[in-house]
């Protein structure tokens, strides 16, 4: 967490440092900004070339980054349970709206869905075979004629032991 929040400041800081440039002072002073439109056009070239600096950033990042976000737990704590969490939330999704949520999933999102698919092949077979496996072990009640509340025990069986594999994954950090 820390080295993607150093990463986070770097790029920042570097942003920050390209866009000073649109910043000016006179002899007496007074600020000229250039446009936003300016600066952002500046800031996609630019940053678009980083790719290199992220990626060198991240390779070897992934201890670091379990370390400091199981350090973390206690502040996410607090943070989700803080009073003003719903506002904040709530505001942040009005901040960005309906429509720039559609626009981004649709332009973004779509074309990239069948490439995030097959690049979490492996991550989906890992994980779903435990849940599998536990169902496979199960035996369930007799089926009972259809409409019959007695079904609703076999559902039952494969709830309750699902909500046990998925308790006891998720404290055991898995």
Known sequence: MLRRLYLMLQIAFLTLMVNLSFIHADEAGAITVKSAADAATKWTTNASGAQAYYLAGVQNAGNTWQNNTIAAAPAYDAAVKSGTIKQ?????????GAAKYQTKAATLGAPRFSQGVQAGTSDYSTGVAPYLAVIAGLTLPA??????AANM????AIATALNAKRLATKTAGG
């Open 143 to 148: 089926r009972a004629p259809r409409g019959s």
């Open 153 to 156: 025990q076999r559902v039952a």
């Open 88 to 96: 904040m939330y709530a505001g942040g999704v009005k901040a960005a």
